[in-house]
């Protein structure tokens, strides 16, 4: 796959432990992180 | 990366994890983790392909890499832990800036393969220097 700098990030909806949806506007505005891990165990 | 946790936040860095694992897995990662950054979930495994993070090779996961970076770990104390999930699922970095383009792509190809934390820092630093 291409490296996606300077691309435009994608968009996305996911719930978090408790079943809520965070979605990736509520991180706009603001350098954003995503940490992708491997299996948790 | 939480040892650095204050210098993200006092570059407005907010950091979110990623796992295709739900269920107890994830709450019991929450709760022993101590994790202070939101845990999203994306079983479907969607936003991991968008961004190339797809399954890797016997040889990326289970090489000479990956076996020093488990004891480099355990020579911090960690336990190593039999995997619980896809072993093979790849992770990776994906650094997204306040206008939400890519700054930084990193598809990891194994457990070592990380972008250090100080490099992910530097690329925010430039950038917010240069606005």
């Known amino acids: 796959m291409q490296n996606l700098v300077g691309k435009a990030a994608f968009g996305f909806e996911l719930p978090n432990i408790n079943g809520q949806l965070r979605e990736s506007d509520d991180f706009a505005g603001r350098w954003l992180l995503l940490v992708f891990h491997r299996h948790l165990g | ?131």
């Open chain 2, 1 to 131: 990366m939480r040892q650095q946790e204050a210098e993200f936040e006092q570059l407005g860095v907010q950091i979110v994890i990623v796992t295709f694992q739900s269920g107890p897995m994830a709450e019991a990662y929450v709760r022993e983790s101590k994790l202070s950054w939101p845990l999203l979930i994306d079983d479907s495994l969607q936003l991991y392909k968008s961004y190339g993070m797809e399954r890797g090779r016997w040889q990326d996961i289970f090489g000479l890499e990956s076996i020093a970076s488990y004891a480099k770990l355990m020579m911090r104390g960690r336990k190593p832990r039999m995997p619980a999930g896809d072993p093979y699922q790849l992770g990776g970095d994906v650094l997204i800036d306040p206008r939400g383009i890519v700054r930084l792509h990193h598809v990891g190809n194994g457990p070592a393969d990380r972008p250090s934390v100080e490099s992910i820092l530097k690329i925010v630093r430039d950038a917010d220097q240069q606005s």
